[in-house]
């Protein structure tokens, strides 16, 4: 039966990061965790997020300002280019 959540050092093993970097994440709100007893696990749906393969909304409004901020700062400059 595979698992629905998975514990802090499983996610610290596989982030490359320490057990205590894990909870410095959780309590500043960087993980969603749920305690049960004295311990925290993690949902495994939010692994993907954790990873980095998927995208949230604030990560694509971030991406899209960069974008936008890039076309104005340097949209002539970029024609130009293009057309080499």
């Given amino acids: 039966m595979d698992k629905k959540f998975i514990s802090t050092k499983e996610l610290a093993k596989i982030l490359g990061i320490s057990r205590v970097a894990v ?4 309590k500043s709100g960087q993980i969603k965790a749920k305690k049960v007893g004295h311990n925290f ?44």
């Fill in 23 to 26: 909870f410095k994440k959780i």
């Fill in 41 to 84: 696990v993690i949902d495994k749906k939010d692994l993907p997020v954790l990873l980095g393969v998927v995208l949230t909304e604030w990560d694509k409004k971030e991406i899209e300002k960069a974008v936008n901020k890039t076309i104005r700062d340097y949209g002539e400059t970029l024609k130009l280019l293009g057309r080499e």
